[in-house]
């Protein structure tokens, strides 16, 4: 699957900035990579009646994460996560509507009514649960990442450097403030955090030397590392992981039929075959989760 991510399409989506557009996925009638075809009732009856006359679900999705999820050459959503919703799909069935936003607006809109779910590598966090319900399906940590051969980079030091995040991610709202925080107790200088809108910006700003690191998820960390052609390191080791979750509103029959689902895909093998095909296995799990709990 890393053959699809050559140089052209990872240039598409730095290039490219998506606001409000909707497309939709494939029928569920489609197969998925190494899935199944059919509807899982279970799953299915726990949908709220409004997505069952609908038939579809409005997913918000940031495409600037690669390779979690990002733009093909023909500018449509692709990536583990990607795949992975579709084989969800294929268990309730109903379609895919994608609507392209920036990340730090999909919680409001999910609250709001204007989204059914989420889909964009949300870390499951209490302040987080506060605000919607989250349906966990993976695990990641955080990872900075410099320039190649610069001086190494002290993750508990970072004092007075600048650090890039994306806006409205645990890196740049939790993260790094309180590491910023431990700095000025020390009577040293703040760590300046740039946000970017797009992951991608973050990651140009590094190459660019306009930051001393950048500060995101493993997945995409590892993945950016993998396509600079040696121009980019990791810094330190993954830390502070936690699990990924699908928003979905607060109270919402969809949680439930969300985590029937993905327990199907996992069970059939669709979800180990997608991991390993996009070379993301490491943050696997056993079974999906409601805010962090298994029942």
Known sequence: MFAKLKAAAVLMILATVVSGCA?????????????????????????????????????????????????????????????LMHAISLRLGVNLEY????????????QAGNLDMGLSS???TAERQKLVDL?????AGI???????????????????A????????????????????????NKPAIEIKQYVLQTDATDALRLGRVSAFAADSPVSLFAIKESAGQLTAVGKTYS?????????????LRLALKLAIK????????TKILDSWGVTAGAVDSPKINGMGN
């Open 135 to 139: 349906v966990d399906y993976y695990s």
């Open 241 to 253: 992981t936690l699990d990924y979750g699908i928003p979905v509103k607060k109270g919402s029959g």
């Open 264 to 271: 199907k895909v996992m069970q059939d093998g669709t979800y």
């Open 163 to 186: 650090i890039a995040a994306q806006k409205g991610t645990f890196e740049s709202d939790t993260d790094l403030p309180a590491k910023s925080a431990a700095c000025v107790a020390q």
């Open 143 to 161: 990872l900075w990442v410099q320039k190649t051969g610069e001086p190494s980079l002290d993750i508990s030091n970072a004092c007075g450097l």
């Open 99 to 110: 609507h392209q936003v920036s990340f730090d607006t999909i919680i409001p809109a999910v």
């Open 23 to 83: 497309s939709s996925s494939p029928s569920p009638n489609n197969t998925p990579t190494g899935g199944v075809s059919f509807v899982d009732p279970v799953a299915r009856k726990a949908l709220p009646k409004s997505v069952i006359a609908s038939g579809k679900l409005r997913v918000g999705i940031d495409t600037s994460y690669p390779p979690n999820e990002f733009l093909d050459a023909g500018g449509n959503p692709v990536g583990w996560e990607v795949e």
């Open 122 to 124: 949300f870390f499951d």
